[in-house]
C-alpha cells in the first residue's frame, strides 16, 4: 500500500467524485457543508496549505482505492484534523483505512511536524474501529450536532499526540 500525492487532474477528479458520493459524504463535514465538492475546490484548498490530502492504494497495486486527509492545519498550534473514505468498497474490512490513517498520521507528525492531530467519528459508523486500530484516544462527545437524512446525531472526538504514535507495518492487517 502507498500514499501517493493527488498530481493529475484525474486524481482530483477521483476524489472529487468519491466525496460527492453519499455514502461517504453524510459522514464527513467539507467545504462549509456543500454536498457537490469540484475538482478545483480541493485544488484551492490544498494551496492555501490547510489540507494535505493523500490517495491510497491496494497492497502491490497502483490503482487508488481511497483517500486520507489532514485537514484544519495549523502550524502555529501544531494541530490537524485527520479524515480518511474508502472509495472502493470492495476493499472494505481489509485493513486498508487503518494502515492508510496510520501512514498519514506519521506524515503529519514527522513530515509537518505536528504535535496533535484529532479526528471525529458520527456515532454508529463503523469507522470508529479505525480509532482504535491506530490508538486515538476518545476526549469526548459533540451532541446531536451531525444531521443525516434528517436525524441528528453526536460526534465522537478523539485525538493523537506525536508521542503516543506508533505506525502500523504495511502488513499488518488487524481487522
Known amino acids: 500500500m502507498q500514499l501517493k500525492a493527488l498530481d493529475s487532474r484525474e486524481d482530483f477528479q477521483l476524489v ?21 465538492l469540484s475538482p478545483e475546490w480541493l485544488r484551492i484548498a490544498m494551496q492555501r496549505g490547510t489540507y494535505v490530502i493523500r490517495l491510497f492504494t491496494s497492497d502491490g497495486g497502483e490503482r ?5 486527509a489532514l485537514s484544519n492545519i495549523n502550524p502555529h498550534f501544531k494541530t490537524a484534523n485527520l479524515w ?3 472509495g472502493d468498497k470492495l476493499y472494505a474490512k481489509q485493513g486498508y483505512a487503518s494502515r492508510a490513517t496510520s501512514m498519514m498520521l506519521t506524515l503529519g507528525f514527522t513530515e509537518l511536524g505536528l504535535h496533535s492531530i484529532h479526528t471525529w467519528i458520527v456515532e454508529h459508523n463503523p469507522s ?3 480509532c482504535e486500530r491506530v490508538r ?10 451531525h444531521w ?4 441528528a446525531y453526536d460526534r465522537l472526538w478523539f485525538d493523537l499526540l506525536a508521542s503516543e504514535h506508533e505506525e502500523m507495518s504495511n502488513g499488518e492487517r488487524t481487522l
Not at 472529487?16 to 454536498?35: C, F, P, S, V
Not at 487508488?64 to 486520507?68: A, C, E, L, S, T
Request: proline share 4%.
Open 16 to 36: 472529487a467524485r468519491w466525496l460527492t458520493e453519499k455514502d461517504n459524504y453524510q459522514w464527513l463535514d467539507l467545504a462549509d457543508g456543500h454536498l457537490r
Open 64 to 68: 487508488p482505492i481511497g483517500v486520507v
Open 84 to 86: 480518511v473514505v474508502l
Open 128 to 130: 470508529i474501529h479505525v
Open 136 to 145: 486515538f484516544r476518545p476526549i469526548g462527545r459533540q451532541r446531536q450536532c
Open 148 to 151: 443525516i437524512d434528517g436525524r
